[in-house]
T-cell receptor
Framework: SQQGEEDPQALSIQEGENATMNCSYK?????LQWYRQNSGRGLVHLIL?????REKHSGRLRVTLDTSKKSSSLLITASRAADTASYFC???????????????FGQGTRLTINP | ETGVTQSPTHLIKTRGQQVTLRCSSQ?????VSWYQQALGQGPQFIFQ???????GRGNFPPRFSGLQFPNYSSELNVNALELDDSALYLC???????????????FGAGTRLSVL
């Protein structure tokens, strides 16, 4: 089952504009991650924010996390046509797993950047 | 380039058949996870292997099984295929030390399985 909802499901903007995507989740988390997927292929890790962090930046990406509201947002500034992709948030919750933690994904936001 | 490769890229099977999907991880990545992604949905966790043993399982029936080998390769086997098994199957590996250890997963490009 999915962890939560992403909003909007689809977003279309002009090149150069900023794109904001939101993610909500249901359970307590260790960290929240954002991934990008081009044309239904593999996912690429973008950024990770830990549960004790409120904001994180990486290049043109800005992620915020509000654990009291169980929500996160991803902002892509100065968008480019190459940013066209699907974006997924994924949460990692406390478990007894050794090794890596399992990712629980949202439904994703399909972002289209128009030239 | 994540260093994770999956084969085959595409596969067509008929209902009731069995299928084996393969994944090759980066050297040093001791954890491999498999995900199923239906069209228009986010990936769903199938199971994870750590040091060649199953280390957690999602809400998938026993006809989904896996193996992990010492050479950082792994397999996903699905028996008695059903139409709803049609999906993109993603393999992801993770290092257990160094930057991103235990958190960031590196995905392959996936195998698209169609069950007719």
């Amino acid at each position: 089952s999915q962890q939560g909802e992403e909003d909007p499901q689809a977003l279309s903007i002009q090149e150069g504009e900023n794109a904001t995507m939101n993610c909500s989740y249901k359970t307590s988390i260790n960290n929240l991650q954002w991934y990008r997927q081009n044309s239904g292929r593999g996912l690429v890790h973008l950024i990770l924010i830990r549960s004790n962090e409120r904001e994180k930046h990486s290049g043109r990406l800005r992620v915020t996390l509000d654990t009291s509201k169980k929500s996160s947002s991803l902002l892509i500034t100065a968008s480019r046509a190459a940013d066209t992709a699907s974006y997924f948030c994924a949460t990692v919750s406390p478990t007894r797993f050794q090794g890596a933690q399992k990712l629980v994904f949202g439904q994703g936001t399909r972002l289209t950047i128009n030239p | 380039e994540t260093g994770v490769t999956q084969s085959p890229t595409h596969l067509i099977k008929t209902r009731g058949q069995q299928v084996t999907l393969r994944c090759s991880s980066q050297s040093g990545h001791n954890t491999v996870s498999w995900y199923q992604q239906a069209l228009g949905q986010g990936p769903q966790f199938i199971f994870q292997y750590y040091r060649e043993e199953e280390n957690g399982r999602g809400n998938f029936p026993p006809r989904f099984s896996g193996l992990q080998f010492p050479n950082y390769s792994s397999e996903l086997n699905v028996n008695a295929l059903e139409l709803d098994d049609s999906a993109l199957y993603l393999c992801a590996s993770s290092p257990t030390s160094g930057p991103g250890a235990k958190n960031i997963q590196y995905f392959g490009a996936g195998t698209r399985l169609s069950v007719l």
